[in-house]
């Protein structure tokens, strides 16, 4: 099963609900783009239809496909920069003024010119709607401003290059013409997408999506896909099938025993897995007594990372660090000190129990460690059930736990529920992955910065286990205020010991990006030796990028 952001699914039980006829083929066709490529991606529910860029619930089936950024980063190779809708771009005024000039000759899907008009509205929406800001950006933005007729201004607080992924690569461009006249863009379902991109929707089925190529679409001669189907697996198994028959050739989930039961069954099928973030358990930070730093550590200590990976993940995903540093992916990162103070994080229940201990708790009739206040160690952990490996590794944390005294109950929700308690806050703990992005300071931003985060009962960005720390905030706005690598690297070492020492997230295996793919119909796909964008179908901008590098056989 794979991993997102988040999920757009509505309620469903069972398996898929429709069979769809059309699945991978390909012929190459001088009248333009041709053959129909099937995403076998489990989602654990049916499609809601919602294609809002802006919507967290949706944004990982529409940006980079459909709508588009202004620039892509590729987090796979140091940063490096592709123009999109803007052709160039330029820092100034000490790195807190960035111009970009905005492409000529593209157009909407409904036949309007695209401009930089509609990127100064694009960003100025999202500073008079707080819920579209995913990544906070007007935290530090101060203004934005067309200049001229192709130029957009963008003046920060302080130095922010770092910023630039955000900015430039994570917030998709929206016509003006058409979201100034929505009353409610934070509840928009934008089931018809006006956009620049190589595909449109036509149509959405619960069921299924079909993403059509845009035949008027600016860059000539792509997409050379004519269609793409989406259908919607409510369960791994027939996802699993779909891939391993050759019905669909884009894979992006977890399979046990993947060699046995997908690349051996075809020279065509293969799979990487880069590490590019981590999976990990969210204490929330609002219930008691996981508020105490003592209990987080403890529960640190009780998880057998190496275990988790071996059984939950078949090895797969290697297992993570209190750290919070994606290795080998991020290793230059790691600062000595920390990685040694890490180590003292190796699976110990017994440490785990004498730090309890010297705390105040003590140890009921039933195993379960008491808090001074009365209360007994036992939590609830929501965790999406369609996700076999999530768990099967949520087993072996609990059974480290249990061994610490410390009572894990799961709670294996449908996507919506799962979605709905995550984002609100209604939970105990959470077992989940964020998508980091080029450099450990994103992930470490998405758990850590305060401005991502909400009042319990409302939705957070990221930052689901409300942690809050005018320290880590100030700290996380010093790197985005520097370019200097030592500085930075000096910085994310002084997270890191945030990440040791207050535990406010406790990683338990690295996140890969699950990717299978099918060369039986199609070459292009991004590979170890060719690493153009992540690969996995549910990251954005980035499937629109794999889907623009596609061609049929």
Known sequence: MRRFRKLALAAAGGLMAAVLAACGSGTTSAAGPSGTLTISNESGG?????????????????????????????????????PWLATKWDWSNGNKTLTFTIRSGVKWNDGQAMGAADVAFTYNLLKKNAALDLNSVWSVLDSVAQQGTDQVVFNFKAPAVPYFFYIADQIAIVPQHVWSTIADPVHYTDAKPVATGAYEVNPCTPQNITFTANKNYWQPGLPKVAKVLYPAFTSNDPANNYLATGQAQWGSQFIPNIDAFYAKKSPDHHYWFPPIAQVSLFPNEKVAPLNDPVVRKALALAIDRNKASSVGEYGYEPAG???????????????????????????????????LEAAGYHKGSDGIYVSPAGKRL????????????????????IQGAKAAGIEIIPDNLSANDYNDKLFNGNFDLAYYAETGGPAPYYELRQWLYSANTAPIGQQASTNFERYSDPQTDSLLDQYGATADPAAQKQIIAKLEQVMLTQVPVIPVTESVDWYQYDTSHFTGWPTPQNQYALPAAFQIPDMGQVLLHLSPK
Do not use: R
């Open 46 to 82: 049916l499609w809601q239809c919602s294609f809002n860029p802006f919507n967290s619930s949706a944004n990982f089936l529409s940006v980079g496909n459909v709508y588009e950024p202004l620039v892509f980063v590729n987090a796979l190779q140091n940063d490096q920069t592709t």
């Open 321 to 355: 660090n209190q750290m919070g540093i994606v290795t080998p992916t991020f290793q230059s990162w790691v600062d000595p000190a920390a990685q040694s103070a890490a180590a003292s994080f190796n699976y110990n229940p017994t440490k785990a129990s004498s730090m």
């Open 378 to 397: 036992s939590f609830h952990v929501i965790n999406q059930g369609g996700y076999s490996d999530w768990v099967a590794t949520m087993q072996v944390v």
